[in-house]
Structure formats: structure tokens, C-alpha cells
């Protein structure tokens, strides 16, 4: 018998997600603005689907949000996805359909800044206990767990700082120190950063992936989005924790995550060719102490970005000489033509902001008192950014 042939990742952007039921011949599943969802008989009215495969009432799902969670499972590799209204919210309810007054997290420090002050500010109200590990923690994690952790959260490459863990190595003690205290605890793992495009999470028996897809799946600055990629014993448990909290994901912001994902490949392979020579430069620059990229061979996370992914983001930091005062940055950023500072990134555009590192995290970096800037390559020409960027140098 014939095995189906696996689709190359670019096919399943280009076609998945666009069901005949939904798109009535459209290449384009339409947005469905509603909120009501009528029924043709009683019996259809009673059936309560406990699986939501099916859209009942606006809050529980859509033909888009169906639309878009099916073609980020294919991709992913994922058992099913669930789309919200911004990546806080994935994180949000991907967390909390696992804590409870009394259970523990471990936390890399790495992670995006409001996912710490989560725990920090609003689950810590409740009872949850929590402790933040190191970005590039090893084999010593199994000394940090305790009988009540529930979940492991995890993201690499680290927001603003960039480490990479060895990830298999890292999940292999998650899994061996669950299976002596007795149960199994569930590991998330924001892949923001690289996308199932450049990191597989569901190859390395990671349970949930979180996708903060205002980002690259959007890709043009206009819609706030999110999703959180499901193993089979994690999707009903997060999906009732979005159910529970009004957590839903609007249809035109789905339409345009349909959208962005047909060229979500081209446009993040472009980005990181672009991200690579403007990397290469920023690192002959003598006013930078450091360029915090992993795909740069110099990087001290090089090797396990290279056994780990197969591409990247263009997302970048760079460390600079020394501490500079805000009238200083001020010739820095307010003169540049074609960096733009904006929160997010992922989009289109490039963006350069500074970074600010909370006092308390903890780093493998010595110069976190420099001054960080923040760099996000878009799908300008490098060149000219190159150019934005050396005059941004000179008058600072």
C-alpha cells in the first residue's frame, strides 16, 4: 500500500486550512462575524460537542479559528491548536489550565518578560508556587523539581538575551525525574522565536508550543493573535481553560493569521538571510561589545542552535561598549530613516528599541549593565539597513 507522502512545510502553508466547507470557493476563508450560531433541528441544538470540533457560538470558535488552528497542526506536527486573541492569552491559558493553589512551576528565566510577572503578580495570589531556572540550565533541573512541580515552562532562544538550552537534554531529565516522583509533568515551550518552520517542539517530546502569532504568522503589524499547539493528553485541558476564561480569538484576526501564513516561509527565509549579514556586521562594529544571535558561529549558544534548528528568527540584541544615558540614545534612535521603535516585532518592518533587563534575572552574560538594543531585521533591503544603522552609530 501507498504511504501518503508528508507535504513539504511551504505546501501546507500555502493549502492548509482551507476547507470547501468554509471558503464556498473563495481562496480565502472569508471572516465569519458572528456570534450566533444557528441550528437546524433540536436534536443538532442538544448535541454538545465535547471535542469543539465543531463552531457552536462565537466564543468557542469560528470557521476561521478552526481554519487557522487546523493549518498550524499540520505544520506543527501538533494533535490540535487553539487560537486566542494575543500571545499573553495562549500563554495564559496554557499555563493555567495546569496550576492550582499549592502546585509549583519552574520558570526559565529566559522567558518573555510578562510571563514571569504572571507567576510574579497574579498566579502567585492564588496559591501557585513557582521558582525561575536558567536559560541555559542542563541536567541539574532534577534538583529544582519537587513533588508538587506541575509544569516546566521553557523558551529558546531567551527573550532579549538569547540562550539556548540543550533541549533534549534538558526534556530527557524532565521525563526520567516525573517517572520517580510519580507523575507526569507537563512541559510548555514558547517558539515564538523560530516557528515549527526552524524548531520542531513536537519531535522532542515537548507537550504544549506556544506561538505569540501577532508575530510572524500575522507578519504585517495588524493583528493581535495567538495559538497554543496541543499534544493529545494536553488540547481539552487548555481548551477548557480558554473556554473558562472568555479566551477566544476574533474572526477577523484569524482571517488575517489565514493571511499571513501563506507567506509566512518566504518572508521569515528572507528576514533570516538579512538578519545573518546585518549580525555579521554589527560584529566587526567596534562600539559592539557583543552581538546576541545564536546562528552567529562565534555565539556561545552556536552549537546547540545548530542541533536544534534548522533556521531563525530575526530577532536579534546587540551589547554595546558601555552604559549610555538617555541623551546619548536620543542621537541613536530618533535619527534613523528606516528603523522604526515599536513594541513586537516579526512584521514586515524593522524595528530597533532599547532593552531594558529586569535587575533580578539571571544571564550567562557579563555586560548586562551595557546598554542593549534590540533589533528586529524586516524585509527591507539589508543594505539600507546597514546603512540606517552605521549613521545611527556615528551619531552616537
Same mark, same amino acid.
Given at each position: 500500500?501507498?504511504?501518503?507522502?508528508?507535504?513539504?512545510?511551504?505546501?501546507?502553508?500555502?493549502?492548509?486550512?482551507?476547507?470547501?466547507?468554509?471558503?464556498?470557493?473563495?481562496?480565502?476563508?472569508?471572516?465569519?462575524?458572528?456570534?450566533?450560531?444557528?441550528?437546524?433541528?433540536?436534536?443538532?441544538?442538544?448535541?454538545?460537542?465535547?471535542?469543539?470540533?465543531?463552531?457552536?457560538?462565537?466564543?468557542?470558535?469560528?470557521?476561521?479559528?478552526?481554519?487557522?488552528?487546523?493549518?498550524?497542526?499540520?505544520?506543527?506536527?501538533?494533535?490540535?491548536?487553539?487560537?486566542?486573541?494575543?500571545?499573553?492569552?495562549?500563554?495564559?491559558?496554557?499555563?493555567?489550565?495546569?496550576?492550582?493553589?499549592?502546585?509549583?512551576?519552574?520558570?526559565?528565566? #529566559?522567558?518573555?518578560?510578562?510571563?514571569?510577572?504572571?507567576?510574579? #503578580?497574579?498566579?502567585?495570589?492564588?496559591?501557585?508556587?513557582?521558582?525561575?531556572?536558567?536559560?541555559?540550565?542542563?541536567?541539574?533541573?532534577?534538583?529544582?523539581?519537587?513533588?508538587?512541580?506541575?509544569?516546566?515552562?521553557?523558551?529558546?532562544?531567551?527573550?532579549?538575551?538569547?540562550?539556548?538550552?540543550?533541549?533534549?537534554?534538558?526534556?530527557?531529565?524532565?521525563?526520567?525525574?516525573?517517572?520517580?516522583?510519580?507523575?507526569?509533568?507537563?512541559?510548555?515551550?514558547?517558539?515564538?522565536?523560530?516557528?515549527?518552520?526552524?524548531?520542531?517542539?513536537?519531535?522532542?517530546?515537548?507537550?504544549?508550543?506556544?506561538?505569540?502569532?501577532?508575530?510572524?504568522?500575522?507578519?504585517?503589524?495588524?493583528?493581535?493573535?495567538?495559538?497554543?499547539?496541543?499534544?493529545?493528553?494536553?488540547?481539552?485541558?487548555?481548551?477548557?481553560?480558554?473556554?473558562?476564561?472568555?479566551?477566544?480569538?476574533?474572526?477577523?484576526?484569524?482571517?488575517?493569521?489565514?493571511?499571513?501564513?501563506?507567506?509566512?516561509?518566504?518572508?521569515?527565509?528572507?528576514?533570516?538571510?538579512?538578519?545573518?549579514?546585518i549580525a555579521n556586521w554589527l560584529d566587526s562594529n567596534p562600539m559592539v561589545e557583543k552581538v546576541l544571535?545564536?546562528?552567529?558561529?562565534?555565539?556561545?549558544?552556536?552549537?546547540?542552535?545548530?542541533?536544534?534548528?534548522?533556521?531563525? #528568527?530575526?530577532?536579534?540584541?546587540?551589547?554595546?561598549?558601555?552604559?549610555?544615558?538617555?541623551?546619548?540614545?536620543?542621537?541613536?534612535?530618533?535619527?534613523?530613516?528606516?528603523?522604526?521603535?515599536?513594541?513586537?516585532?516579526?512584521?514586515?518592518?524593522?524595528?530597533?528599541?532599547?532593552?531594558?533587563?529586569?535587575?533580578?534575572?539571571?544571564?550567562?552574560?557579563?555586560?548586562?549593565?551595557?546598554?542593549?538594543?534590540?533589533?528586529?531585521? #524586516?524585509?527591507?533591503?539589508?543594505?539600507?539597513?546597514?546603512?540606517?544603522?552605521?549613521?545611527?552609530?556615528?551619531?552616537?
Open positions: 500500500m501507498n504511504k501518503k507522502k508528508k507535504k513539504n512545510s511551504r505546501t501546507i502553508l500555502a493549502h492548509s486550512g482551507r476547507s470547501e466547507d468554509y471558503a464556498r470557493g473563495a481562496v480565502n476563508i472569508p471572516p465569519y462575524r458572528s456570534s450566533t450560531v444557528l441550528f437546524k433541528t433540536l436534536q443538532e441544538y442538544k448535541d454538545w460537542d465535547h471535542e469543539y470540533a465543531t463552531y457552536r457560538y462565537g466564543r468557542l470558535g469560528s470557521p476561521n479559528s478552526l481554519a487557522l488552528e487546523e493549518a498550524y497542526t499540520e505544520l506543527s506536527g501538533a494533535y490540535r491548536s487553539i487560537a486566542t486573541n494575543s500571545g499573553m492569552s495562549a500563554i495564559n491559558i496554557a499555563i493555567s489550565a495546569f496550576m492550582e493553589s499549592g502546585s509549583h512551576a519552574l520558570i526559565t528565566e #529566559g522567558a518573555y518578560e510578562p510571563t514571569a510577572e504572571l507567576f510574579s #503578580g497574579h498566579l502567585s495570589k492564588f496559591g501557585v508556587e513557582y521558582d525561575f531556572i536558567s536559560p541555559t540550565i542542563g541536567e541539574e533541573i532534577i534538583d529544582l523539581i519537587k513533588p508538587n512541580t506541575k509544569i516546566i515552562y521553557l523558551e529558546a532562544p531567551s527573550s532579549n538575551t538569547f540562550e539556548v538550552l540543550d533541549v533534549k537534554r534538558v526534556i530527557d531529565a524532565i521525563r526520567k525525574k516525573s517517572k520517580e516522583i510519580g507523575h507526569e509533568i507537563v512541559i510548555l515551550f514558547d517558539n515564538t522565536w523560530a516557528g515549527p518552520l526552524y524548531f520542531r517542539t513536537f519531535e522532542y517530546d515537548i507537550d504544549v508550543e506556544i506561538q505569540a502569532a501577532t508575530k510572524y504568522v500575522v507578519g504585517h503589524s495588524d493583528a493581535m493573535l495567538g495559538i497554543v499547539a496541543c499534544n493529545e493528553k494536553t488540547y481539552l485541558k487548555i481548551k477548557n481553560s480558554a473556554r473558562n476564561q472568555g479566551i477566544c480569538a476574533e474572526p477577523d484576526a484569524c482571517y488575517l493569521g489565514l493571511r499571513g501564513l501563506r507567506t509566512m516561509a518566504v518572508r521569515m527565509e528572507a528576514q533570516f538571510e538579512s538578519a545573518m549579514q544571535f545564536p546562528p552567529l558561529p562565534n555565539s556561545e549558544h552556536y552549537e546547540n542552535w545548530k542541533k536544534y534548528f534548522t533556521g531563525g #528568527g530575526s530577532l536579534m540584541s546587540v551589547i554595546l561598549d558601555k552604559k549610555y544615558e538617555d541623551e546619548d540614545l536620543e542621537k541613536y534612535f530618533d535619527g534613523m530613516g528606516i528603523f522604526s521603535m515599536g513594541y513586537s516585532w516579526g512584521g514586515f518592518e524593522s524595528l530597533a528599541t532599547p532593552v531594558r533587563i529586569q535587575k533580578e534575572r539571571k544571564s550567562s552574560l557579563d555586560q548586562l549593565k551595557n546598554t542593549i538594543v534590540r533589533i528586529h531585521v #524586516g524585509l527591507e533591503d539589508p543594505e539600507d539597513l546597514i546603512s540606517d544603522l552605521d549613521s545611527a552609530f556615528k551619531r552616537l
